[in-house]
């Protein structure tokens, strides 16, 4: 999946002039309970990529990462009362 094919992506990217500060997240089991989001910058996506565990794993590059906080897909939730 994208975590395999990050590193190329990124020097493709680099290599054709996109900014090396272009946001980026590698997110990881997307929308379950286990999900995690590894967050920078394209010029950190190799080494994002060579951290996160394993598939399934989605890379999203531009502009939306930085909107993670007001559109989080995966709210815990709340505890019940006893």
């Known amino acids: 999946m994208g975590v395999a094919t990050a ?10 002039g996109m900014d090396p500060a272009t946001p980026v997240a590698v ?5 379950r309970p286990e ?3 590894l967050a920078g910058t394209l010029a950190d996506l190799p080494a994002l990529a060579a951290g996160a565990a394993a ?3 989605i890379v ?6 930085p909107m993670r906080a007001p559109m ?3 709210q815990p939730l709340p505890r019940r009362r006893a």
């Open 60 to 65: 999203v590059i531009g502009d939306v990462p």
């Open 35 to 37: 999900q995690r989001v």
């Open 72 to 74: 989080r897909s995966f």
């Open 7 to 16: 590193g190329l992506v990124a020097r493709r990217l680099l290599g054709y």
């Open 27 to 31: 997110i990881e089991n997307g929308t």
């Open 55 to 57: 598939n399934p794993a």
